[in-house]
């Protein structure tokens, strides 16, 4: 392998890495944003079974659907908790600004390398360069920064597929399945959540 072989694969390492570290920067804050929705509403339909049933008369008129409801009414709070206890855990916004921050000074190290290659910097000074940039990129992907995950760097190379690097090479379709599951990965539970509760209800209602 050519120094300038070496340097651009350590150009796409690095611009696979930020790239990846801002989608789940993206993926954090979104989930960070949905988890605070779905809590939200979930007590709003917390509230809404509770003075149904007292307005109506719930007991008194359907005795079985009311103690369903107030089962329902049980596990939406065990969710509520749930939610609560993942967003604790997982501390979203933390992560997402930590990520981008460490994705920013990945990018810049990128944009540092190519401006050497673009430049056509003689082979010594190319070398030390290609080293320092080495270095400083080890320093920032063990610094003490949140990893993505692997999805976060299959929906970068399926979004920009076009690229010639063998390690973006992938049909229309894989392409799509990496954004869908992107999307799930980020709002799947938070849809689950929501939708459970109105779905029990229907089966259930008289």
């Known amino acids: 392998m050519t120094l300038n072989e070496a340097a651009q694969n350590l150009r796409t390492k690095m611009w696979r890495t930020a ?13 960070d944003t949905t988890s605070s929705f779905t809590v939200a509403l979930l007590s709003v339909y917390l509230i809404a079974i509770s003075v149904a049933q007292k307005i109506y008369n719930v007991g008194e008129r359907y ?3 009311d103690n369903h409801l107030t089962f329902i009414a049980i596990v939406g709070a065990v969710f509520i908790i749930v939610i609560s206890l993942i967003e604790w855990a997982s ?4 992560r ?9 000074e990945i990018k810049k190290l990128q944009s540092r390398l190519e401006r050497a290659l673009i430049e056509g910097t003689p ?16 320093h920032f992907v063990d610094k003490n ?3 993505h995950d692997p999805i976060d760097d299959f929906l970068f190379r399926s979004q920009n597929r076009s690229d010639p690097h063998p390690s973006f090479k992938m049909n229309g379709f894989t392409a799509k399945w990496a954004l869908v599951q992107w999307l799930l990965f980020t ?18 209602a008289p």
């Open 19 to 31: 790239g990846a570290r801002f989608n789940c920067q993206r993926r954090m804050k979104y989930r």
């Open 63 to 65: 005795p079985e659907f």
């Open 91 to 94: 501390n979203f916004s933390v």
């Open 96 to 104: 997402a600004e930590r990520l981008f921050e460490n994705a920013t």
């Open 123 to 138: 082979e010594l000074t190319l070398s030390t360069e290609l080293e320092a940039v080495s270095l400083d990129y080890e």
């Open 145 to 147: 920064s949140p990893n």
């Open 187 to 204: 709002y799947g539970l938070y849809v689950i959540l929501l939708i459970l509760p109105v779905a029990a209800i229907y089966f259930v």
